[in-house]
């Protein structure tokens, strides 16, 4: 680890996946991109930060966006939901999903994030009236971070840009 000026800089780490392979018209949850994260990637006191972004054609209805974490590259098994986001809006043209998590164990019920109960924040810099939710989320073994999405007509089309897992 680093220091710079007594501060701790901790774990560096970024993942970014922006090869834009991913489009769907489905009204059902695809996965859209992932990063992998190595086992003892992140540490105890180490703030998880994940950003998606998606652009969306079609104002028919809202889409909705999530992230999950699985120890596997699929939505099969049971995946985590760690983020939701379903814009009130229809015609939005972006749809960002920005979270940070917390790590205070590395196993068990150890990470703490917005509640995915509130789905009408794209980011979690905004008061909500709900309890910080608890992961349970084994970061000493690989996990992958998902981006998943889904449109609310299959009229509109909705297209994953990147996502981007970092430490801080």
């Known amino acids: 680890m680093a ?5 701790d800089i901790g774990n560096p780490f970024v993942a970014t996946q922006t090869t834009v392979t991913a489009s769907t018209t489905s009204v059902s949850n695809v ?3 992932s ?3 190595p086992a003892n990637t992140f540490v105890v006191g180490d703030v998880v930060r994940c950003y998606a972004m998606y652009e969306k054609v079609g104002a028919n209805a809202a ?3 999530r992230f999950y974490a699985n ?3 699929n939505l099969s098994g049971s995946p985590v939901l ?5 814009p009130s809006v229809a015609n939005a043209g972006g749809y960002p999903l920005f979270r940070k998590y917390t790590i205070n164990a590395t196993s068990g019920s150890n990470t703490f994030g917005y509640n995915t109960s509130t789905t009408t924040q794209g980011n979690d810099t905004q ?3 709900t309890a910080l939710e608890i992961f349970n989320l084994n970061w000493t073994s690989d996990l992958y971070l998902i981006a998943s999405a889904n449109v609310g007509s299959a009229s509109d089309t909705l ?9 801080g």
């Open 3 to 7: 220091k710079l000026i007594n501060y």
């Open 31 to 33: 996965l859209m991109g």
């Open 35 to 37: 990063v992998l994260i």
């Open 63 to 65: 889409a909705t966006v």
């Open 71 to 73: 120890t596997t590259n």
């Open 82 to 86: 760690l983020g939701v986001y379903t």
């Open 127 to 129: 008061p909500i009236a």
């Open 159 to 167: 297209t994953f840009r990147y996502l981007k897992v970092a430490n």
